[in-house]
């Protein structure tokens, strides 16, 4: 639905032109109309002279070589005097068009084509108002209006409006709102025009492309100057030249250009993938094209933009993140955060406020975790700060989310029964500040802390440097594989009694050992894990974690992973659809799938998807689409036609791949089991 604006935009600002990423092609580029600015206020053009200088120039800095205009086309303070050259490249607005205070008489717009409506002012796409001087409107390559009404006003010396083919370019949808005095003054059409004209001379007449067309068994569009009879595309927008998608003027859906440069017009964009219809598989579509905006393009990096499933999106959606290819991938808790880390924060250590304000939900830290006395005991050495709790537990679990440390973690004065709260933390680098920029761990003789509780580490830049006269497991945990750079190293100069609390739990693989005695601290698991947390089996670890997705083992390196949701429960023996035993769904060859592929239709009773007949395919754009076996257009047939028998009531007879020979396309009526009919290739598209 198009959105109404209530107040007349015109901000002619110079920053507005940055805000849409310019698509350059051959004949000009995309840009964004005053409508779409920043600043997202309403200016008046007399604000916008007295602050940027003249109406016009910031018109021309805007429009000029601008093919696509997204947003609105604003025409204001033109005189005749005005050179207007920069509005000659517009083909499209995607907006509404608002020409007003103008001084000029005359007005021409030579290459639009069409105005989309997709924004409208007080429901009107094409709007005149306040134009004294006007006499003349010209744009004698405009033929749609797509939503949207027509309304001129306050243009009193305005001639011909009335005559100009306002109500064929809105599809006979609405009457257009024409001021009755302005439809009063005096205008002779050349004699050549039929259906009315912008102003006197054959050159600018208009030709109607829809009102008459449904004569002609046109759904759409029609091109009676080109040859009698011509239909446009059924994808065609404002008209077009001949038959066939390459043809139109403007497209109704979607633009691929091809690897020559032609347009092609087309519902949708091509399919990345398409039916392998010997092996019954899906197969990479060499033909494949990405959605961005209104363009199919072959890639999203191309335009600056990530991909999301066949989408370029400037930002990837909430729980995905865009790898080094600029896909966007599914990252879960794994998403990125960045954080600053206490080197940064008052007196290089933590604080609760600073904890609360700037490190939760964190998954990397940026800097340092330090923890120090006066973290948890004000002074007022430091000024005003709030102090941890230490009698509160979880205090600390708000870093649980931190998976990645680039400076160190260091625990200095301080008692604490472990450093589970950083548990989840899996590569730790060198200090920023704190004792030595050599540490990586540090832990110091003043300090008393349990056991480490960092069963995810995997890598430590730094020494891993501990005093502490209380820790366990330390001797128990493979230091030479979490240290795995040869310039790093143990020091434990820790002297805790631990007898009867260095023991791993029996759920960790052996020769790996633990940084503590629970089954969330070993380094490698036994039988099966999942989370991080080692178990007997993959169903155990379902039933803790409350996890309703079917499960199975990775043997290889003993992680729980969830089936392919087209599984049946438990019902698979590795991560994809082909590895379900049993589909949950519909099945294709021997894929398990949400729902049947492009191409091929569901059987009801099998619960497999069947290949659609040849004849239900478009073969501009690589649709294939069927609801059934037949090769009829309908229900149980094809929902697309590759080549349609139409009879004179504009019903499809019968999809065809291709006309009898003897009958000339599209304009020969022919008579088929008594019926008068019309052969058309790549016409039907529903």
Known sequence: MARDVTMRTAAFLVAVVLVYSAVDFAQGKDCTGPDRGTQGATLTRFTIAKLNGSVVSQMRHLYT?????FGALVINDLTDEDNTEFLDTIEEVYGYVDIYDNAAANITLPNLRIVRGREQLSSASFLFSKNPNLVYFNAPKLHEIESGNVDIRDSPSMRCADRIGWKDMMGGRLTPQIDPNIAKNPCTCDSSCRNGCFAPGAENCYTNTFLGCSALLCPKRCNSTVLPGLCCHTQCAGGCSNYGPTNCFSCVGKQRIDASGVRHCVAACPPLTIIDRQTFQEVPNPNGRYNHGLDCVENC??????????DCVEICPTDTEPDAGGVCRPCGDNCRRTCLGTDKAPFNALQADYLQNNMTNCTKIEGDIQLVKDSFTYSSVYGSYQPLNATDPNQL???LSVREITGCISIIDITLPSLSFLGNVRTVGRCKSGPSTALGIYINSRATVGYLGLGQLRRVQGFAYFQSKGTCYIKTLNWDKVLNNATTMLIDQSKANCTGRDTCSGLCADGDG????????????????LYGTCYSSCSEAATDHGETRPLFLDQTTKECRVC????????????????????SKVTFGRQCLETCPQGTYLNTFTKTCELCSTVCQDLDDDIVQCTGPGEHFGPGGCSVCTGAIVDAADKVVSCVLSCPADVTFNTTKYNQDGLQVWCGVGYVVV
């Open 301 to 310: 990096s191309a335009v600056n933009r990530s991909t999301f499933n066949q």
């Open 514 to 529: 633990c940084s503590g005695p629970s089954a969330d601290d070993c380094y490698a698991c036994r039988f099966a894990s």
């Open 397 to 399: 679990d708000a870093l």
């Open 564 to 583: 392919d949701s087209r599984c049946f429960p438990n019902q698979c023996t590795g991560p994809t659809s082909q590895d379900c035993v049993k589909c």
């Open 65 to 69: 070589n601008c093919k696509r205009i």
